[in-house]
């Protein structure tokens, strides 16, 4: 019986199946195509350099081991590297590719044993010149189901991050959205969820980021002309937590990079998690395709936590920081402050240091000053700065693009919007409020006020700007 691709490469797989994870198998071996036998040369497909580079790095030795049983000691291995189309386009997905490797298929022979110089990792979260392959879950343990207390404001997103943690890419929730305002634990949520997954499936590659690293990394791929490499290295995460996914906002090519990357995951049974401060039907500048995939599992809201969670939030972070203080204490501390969890939580920091630094005994008078002056402080001064950084932050753009020259429309209504509410919220001059955003005079001031409010009255859309800044600065 003559030997063919297939067959050899066949018995290569069933000796290196029997010597590795399952998990690892399926990931790096299963798409693995063989393409043709020439005397004792095999050649395989592989999907991308980055996928011939993880191979090299992790698996030579099994690879050497299981070609040499099947075509003697004089075995060599073959990398066709080709990029395939595994987006759902229409069109194939192309990308240039540098000038060493331009064509569409790369071959090359690899000769076993291979020398000792590995090719570089694409890993994006390698730091360069530095030696790491592993990818890292960047989750911080602290964060766990434990120390997150259930309550009515957060039931439905804690019991759904339990359940994607015990089956995850194996329920409805997933994507699972986990939504709602600063301070209320959005983060902490995520990150137990990759926490416990990890201790239930150690083999499982779980990677926490922010969006806006995420975006960063993008960038930098594109810099480095790694595109395709980027994308392997996230279609090969089995749970992918991206945190503040607002922050791809008006980011098209990220959006675009995440769509396919959010494809691959989900058609993989992976498990998707996200983290937003809006849901998604008040996400602006999101790409509609990606807007409905975000639909497609569970957005489960954090609102604010009722008194009772708030005192028991209270009650779990004096046990653990081995502190004992007064029930009424405790109370007063709940009643009075309301906003978010972080807040919460530094007011009763506060009283503890306060107490420990004066030598002063923890008292009811005690923390009516504390709590009195931390009220004071986090009800932020509504000033012109101010008002300009809520202003840039709610369109996610830096303070110096708000008060530029350029006439980008989205960019001209945001600078609109900081100037209406200076006039509104400050005693300022419409000459000062000028002055402070961007070096206007008091007549664009003027109009800037009317066109506001003309706005307000005749589109939807700017009217829920207005709204929702409004409520931002009431806070």
């Not at 690899?110 to 020398?115: F, R």
């Not at 969890?341 to 005994?361: D, M, T």
């Not at 008292?363 to 008002?387: C, G, H, W």
Request: one cysteine or more.
């Amino acid at each position: 019986m003559s030997l063919t691709a297939e067959s050899v490469w066949n018995n290569c797989l069933e000796f290196i199946k029997d010597n590795i994870q399952p998990q690892a198998y399926k990931t790096w071996f299963e798409p693995i195509i063989a393409v043709k036998l020439t005397e004792n040369a095999l050649s395989i497909q592989v999907p991308s350099k980055f996928f011939y580079e993880w191979l090299e790095e992790h698996y030579v030795k099994i690879l050497k081991v299981a070609l040499t049983k099947e075509l003697g000691k004089n075995a060599k291995l073959v990398y066709i590297i080709k990029m395939e189309n595994t987006y759902g386009n229409k069109q194939p997905f192309t990308e240039k590719i540098p000038s060493s490797n331009r064509s569409a298929v790369k071959s090359q022979d690899v000769d076993i044993p291979l020398n000792n110089k590995s090719p570089e990792l694409r890993n994006p979260f390698v730091i360069p010149g530095i030696r790491n392959v592993k990818i890292e879950s960047q989750l911080n343990p602290n964060y766990s189901f434990d120390n997150f207390l259930e309550g009515d404001s957060n039931r439905l997103a804690r019991s759904a991050g339990l359940a994607v943690a015990n089956k995850p890419g194996g329920t409805s929730f997933n994507p699972l959205l986990i939504f709602g305002g600063v301070g209320l634990g959005k983060t902490h949520l995520a990150h137990a969820i990759g926490v416990d997954i990890k201790d239930k499936y150690p083999e499982k590659t779980v990677l926490y980021i922010s969006a806006e690293k995420f975006t960063q990394q993008y960038i930098d791929a594109i810099k480095k002309n790694n595109r395709n490499d980027f994308i392997h290295f996230y279609q090969i995460i089995d749970v992918l937590i991206i945190d503040d996914v607002q922050f791809l906002s008006g980011k098209s090519g990220t959006q675009d990079v995440f769509f396919h990357i959010f494809n691959h995951l989900h058609q993989n049974g992976k498990q998707v998690v996200l983290t937003s401060d809006k849901a998604p039907v008040d996400m602006q500048d999101i790409e509609q395709r990606l807007l409905s995939r975000f639909k497609w599992g569970l957005s489960a809201e954090l609102q604010t936590p009722d008194f009772e969670t708030r005192v028991s939030i209270l009650k779990n972070k004096l046990y653990r920081d081995g502190v004992e203080m007064p029930e009424e204490i405790i109370e007063y501390v709940a009643k009075n402050i309301k906003s978010n969890v972080r807040e919460l939580e530094g007011a009763i920091i506060s009283l503890i240091a306060q107490s420990s630094f004066n030598k002063k005994e923890i008292t009811i008078d005690l923390a009516r000053i504390i709590v009195e002056k931390f009220v004071k402080n986090t009800k932020r001064e509504v000033s012109i700065d101010y008002i300009q950084k809520v202003v840039s932050d709610y369109f996610q753009m830096d303070i110096d693009t708000l008060q530029s020259k350029t006439r980008k429309r989205h960019i001209v209504q945001a600078r609109q919007l900081a100037m209406f509410f200076a006039k509104k919220f400050t005693k300022a001059s419409l000459a000062s409020i000028g002055s402070q955003i961007g070096k206007r005079d008091h007549a664009t001031v003027l109009h800037a006020c009317k066109t506001v409010d003309n706005l307000s009255s005749t589109d939807k859309q700017f009217r829920k700007y207005v709204e929702d800044i409004t409520k931002k600065l009431s806070v």
